[in-house]
């Protein structure tokens, strides 16, 4: 069974970082691009990052362009996310998704169950 | 503003069908057969229903259904359940290697 279990969430006041982390299990890592996403309290889902297998092609959304850095541990069955140079609007559940294969065009599920992150003063 | 457009709301009886509508462009949903659903019910991680138009994963009932027309997409549920009531999103690749999403339609099953 595939598992996503995020962390590294937490409380962070504005212009500070923070790194999330995805620990995936029940499948082949290396085989599938993996994405993060976000969800605002109340609001849609956005899309933030996505890392093909290999991590040689990776995209951002133009709102964490610049700002957030996706990456991957194959070895450790692991994929991050550093924040930098927080926004009180980056406060969301953030979400980690395994993609259907192994580049940014296949869709993604399953999910995590996601991290909070709340960014204040 | 989302860069997919999808009704805020939908409602029907247990045992009828709705469909919802996303509308995008030709630079992602028209242009890409990677167009995705997904279902999230309150407090719940969203959950992947329908991917490349019209595939479903493993375990989701052929109640769901998806199709495409120039830059419309829809998703079909016919035989509603109670169960069925939660929010649906759809997304889309983009011609700029992104994924965007539609705001969300509110399902209610009466």
């Known amino acids: 069974e595939v598992q996503l279990v995020e962390s590294g969430g937490g409380l962070v006041q504005p212009g500070r970082s923070l790194r999330l982390s995805c620990a995936a299990s029940?499948?082949?890592?290396?085989?599938?691009?993996m994405h993060w996403l976000r969800q605002a309290p109340g609001k849609g889902l956005e899309w933030l990052s996505g890392?093909?297998?290999?991590?040689?092609?990776?995209a951002y959304a133009d709102s964490v362009k610049g700002r957030f850095t996706i990456s991957r541990d194959n070895a450790n069955n692991s994929l991050y996310l550093h924040m930098n140079n927080l926004r009180i609007e980056d406060t969301a559940l953030y979400y980690c998704?395994?993609?259907?294969?192994?580049?940014?065009?296949?869709?993604?599920?399953?999910w995590g169950l996601g991290a909070l992150v709340t960014v204040s003063s | 503003q989302s860069a997919l457009t999808q009704p805020a709301s939908v409602s029907g009886s247990p045992g009828q069908s709705i469909t919802i509508s996303c509308t995008g462009s030709?630079?992602?949903?028209?242009?890409?057969?990677?167009v995705s659903w997904y279902q999230q019910h309150p407090g719940k991680a969203p959950k992947l229903i329908i991917y490349?138009?019209?595939d479903r994963p493993s375990g989701v009932p052929d109640r769901f259904s998806g199709s495409k027309s120039g830059n419309t997409a829809s998703l079909t549920i016919s035989g509603l359940q109670a169960e069925d009531e939660g929010d649906y999103f759809c997304?889309?690749?983009?011609?700029?290697?992104?994924?965007?999403f539609g705001g969300g339609t509110k399902l209610t099953v009466l």
């Open positions: 998704a395994k993609a259907r294969g192994p580049w940014l065009q296949n869709s993604f599920g399953p």
């Open positions: 029940g499948f082949t890592f290396d085989d599938y691009a």
């Open positions: 890392i093909v297998w290999h991590s040689g092609s990776i």
């Open positions: 030709s630079s992602d949903v028209g242009g890409y057969k990677s």
């Open positions: 490349e138009v019209s």
């Open positions: 997304s889309s690749y983009t011609n700029r290697a992104q994924w965007v």
